[in-house]
């Protein structure tokens, strides 16, 4: 479970978060949603530990992301906007690599990385080097580099930026299968068709607030439109105007 009191965070001046408060719980996929500038990747970065808040609290199964970095860090897996993948390393050294960091070693690691590739239809490009790989081939393997140590909870960061309509198909499944297998995922997304199929719970998000949270259909309900796009337009165009 992902909980998440109160964070606020400025950069000089500007106010990224004010007061942004949720759960995203295990065994449900939760969309958190928002314009650019809305705060997301701010939130999304304190939760992986890459900053810190300035004042509220955000914890991954417990685990408090400021006292307790390296316990959550063990705990999430991290698909962010960026890859980060190795150039030089090859799609499976990536994510052996990774694999290592978390402390994996022997059979039990290269069983996960076999697992994953297959999972991911790795096959073909398993052994090329990064930097001639696609934009979409890149987030597949970054995906299995987020999830070979198995963990409870998984970050997905705009995860079918650049994916065809088939691999789009395959990491839907995927995501569907980690919530079956009872984990808590966190998606970020700015398509809507993506969001409408996946999430269970959405938090919606502007100017570094929660601005309405439920499910779709409770979304859908409190601004009066049948279309999850249309609702959430018309929050932001509130939000702005206000």
């Given amino acids: 479970?992902?909980?998440?009191?109160?964070?606020?965070?400025?950069?000089?001046?500007?106010?990224?978060?004010?007061?942004?408060?949720?759960?995203?719980?295990?065994?449900?996929?939760?969309?958190?949603?928002?314009?650019?500038?809305?705060?997301?990747?701010?939130?999304?970065?304190?939760?992986?530990?890459a900053i810190r808040a300035d004042s509220g609290s955000a914890a991954v199964d417990g685990h408090d992301c400021t006292r307790e970095p390296l316990a959550v860090r063990r705990s999430l897996g991290v698909l962010p906007h960026a890859t980060g993948l190795y150039p030089n390393l090859t799609a499976r050294e990536n994510v052996r690599y990774y694999g290592e960091l978390q402390g994996l070693s022997g059979e039990f690691l290269e069983r996960s990385i076999e697992t994953l590739v297959a999972r991911l239809d790795l096959a073909g490009i398993a052994d090329r080097r990064a930097h001639g790989l696609s934009q979409g081939q890149r987030i597949k393997v970054a995906l299995a580099r987020a999830l070979v140590h198995g963990p409870r909870n998984v970050i997905l960061d705009e995860p079918t930026n650049g994916l065809d309509v088939m691999a789009i198909r395959t990491l839907r499944d995927l995501i569907r299968g980690l919530r079956d297998e009872g984990r808590c995922v966190l998606l970020s997304s700015h398509v809507m068709q993506e969001i409408g199929a996946l999430c269970d719970d959405l938090v919606i998000i502007g100017k570094g607030r929660v601005v309405l949270q439920g499910s779709p259909d409770e979304v859908r309900a409190a601004t009066g439109c049948d279309d999850l796009e249309e609702a959430f337009v018309r929050l932001s165009q509130a939000e702005h105007a206000a």
């Fill in 1 to 49: 479970m992902i909980e998440v009191q109160h964070l606020a965070k400025r950069f000089g001046k500007v106010e990224a978060l004010g007061d942004i408060t949720f759960q995203a719980r295990d065994g449900r996929v939760t969309g958190l949603l928002g314009p650019n500038g809305a705060g997301k990747s701010t939130t999304l970065r304190i939760l992986y530990t």
